[in-house]
């Protein structure tokens, strides 16, 4: 047993090193929104609103993770650099550029990398955004200001992406029930239906 918790703490040292950083925060990113999408996918056919799982959906949402990933690994690297410290004002002025500027940015790379692995048209991912950024960006404002200044505050660098990740399960949880939320969609089409006219609509996830 002493050898094995050895070996998971030697293991944990290297992955969270600075050399394999990168790596590990973009697997952990990989990894959870993946799971994020299969917990609402089984959800959604324990209430019988689909029949099977989804296996590209989740490989697409996994992937839109990876992107993520990538941005946050470096977005909390120049946060530290840029605002060095831990003082309560510090904290506060970084939780609110997170969510002004780096929010708006990582909806958007959801959305854009989803639309390049659906081979949606530019368009056709600018309506869905005007859909449905709104929703999530709402959200954003109360899941992430109350964990981000614990973890500004509390959590060294190497540590972000991983604490980021794990509050995201439940926030991944809804994520892919909006980006895969037709409900918008459909009242469109029937409006449009309803006065005669037809509609071009982005691609249904």
Known sequence: MSGVVSWLRSATKTAFSRKY????????????????DII??????YTKQQTAWDRQRTRNMS???????????????????RFPGRALGLVLKKVLIDQTVASPIVIFLFFATLG???????????????????????????VWPPAQIINFYLLPN???????NTISLGYDVYTSYVINDDSTK?????????????????TSQ
């Open 63 to 81: 992937i839109s993770g990876m992107t993520v990933g990538v941005f946050c690994h470096n977005w909390y690297n120049f946060m530290d650099r």
């Open 21 to 36: 950083l990168l790596f590990t925060n973009v697997t952990i990113s990989i990894s959870l929104s993946g799971v994020g």
């Open 186 to 202: 459909d009242k469109d089409d029937t409006d449009q239906d309803d006065t005669g006219g037809k509609k071009e609509r982005g």
């Open 40 to 45: 609402e996918q089984h959800y959604e056919i």
């Open 158 to 164: 190497k540590y972000r992406v991983l604490y980021d």
């Open 116 to 142: 390049v692995l659906k081979r949606s048209s530019w368009d056709d991912m600018c309506e869905e955004m005007r859909d449905k950024f709104l929703r999530l960006y709402t959200a954003e404002w109360v």
